[in-house]
């Protein structure tokens, strides 16, 4: 069981996405606003937040956020520039209105099991300074911890998995996101990004090399 928010200004969609993660097994909170779902977060496991709300809309909320906890958007069909964006800014998945109760759990799920460690993977990896805890899902550069999302964390966890091996955008979006999935390779490149800055920012080298015309790999 989760402890989920679940920040909408619209208390029709609040009731539904409770009612179907409460019969899920999670413990539901909800939030009226960006400003009541900020206070909030904090004691959430995941989030699952409406783009268009009233005072601090999602976009900003994800930002304020900053990868402390798991997001998943909810965003209309006339949305997909905030939607992209939001995925940029280090969202986890997202969720299109009109939307199936069933879909959603599904993508609650998903996101949560990203953030457990598989039993075929060592607890640790170290490459080059660069630690991932898979268990405590922490990183850490040299002695320094970093705070990373949990799609950012999956594709470092992926690339270090296998140094020197180049891996495809496409791959890699089937690797964190499974292949139901729609990803841009804009997005793949958004987060590589993200991931990249705060990598050096934190003293570490660039270890993450781009192979041109088809993806990524982590430096051997």
Do not use: N
């Not at 909320?61 to 995925?87: K, Y």
């Amino acid at each position: 069981m989760a402890r989920i928010l679940v920040a909408d200004d619209d208390g029709h969609i609040r009731e539904v996405v409770r009612y179907a993660l409460e019969k899920a097994g999670h413990d539901v909170m909800e939030a009226r606003d960006g400003v009541e779902a900020l206070r909030l977060a904090g004691e959430a496991d995941l989030v699952v937040l409406d783009i268009i709300m009233p005072g601090e809309d999602g976009l900003a909320v994800c930002r304020d956020l900053e990868g402390r906890v798991p997001i998943i958007f909810l965003t209309s069909r006339a949305e997909e520039v905030d939607r992209v964006l939001g995925l940029e800014l280090g969202a986890d998945d997202y969720v299109t209105k009109p939307f199936s109760p069933r879909e959603l759990v599904a993508r609650v799920k998903a996101v949560l099991r990203r953030l457990a460690r598989s039993d075929e993977e060592d607890a640790v990896i170290e490459h080059r300074g660069l630690k991932l805890d898979l268990d405590q899902h922490r990183c850490f550069v040299i002695r320094s911890e970093i705070e990373l999302t949990v799609t950012e964390f999956d594709l470092l966890r992926t690339m270090m998995s296998t140094p020197g091996k180049a891996f495809s955008r496409s791959e890699l979006v089937d690797r964190v996101w499974g292949r139901d999935h729609h990803v841009t390779e804009r997005t793949i490149d958004s987060h590589v990004r993200r991931i990249r800055k705060k990598l050096l920012e934190a003293g570490s080298d660039d270890l993450i090399e781009t192979v041109h015309g088809l993806g990524y790999r982590m430096r051997a």
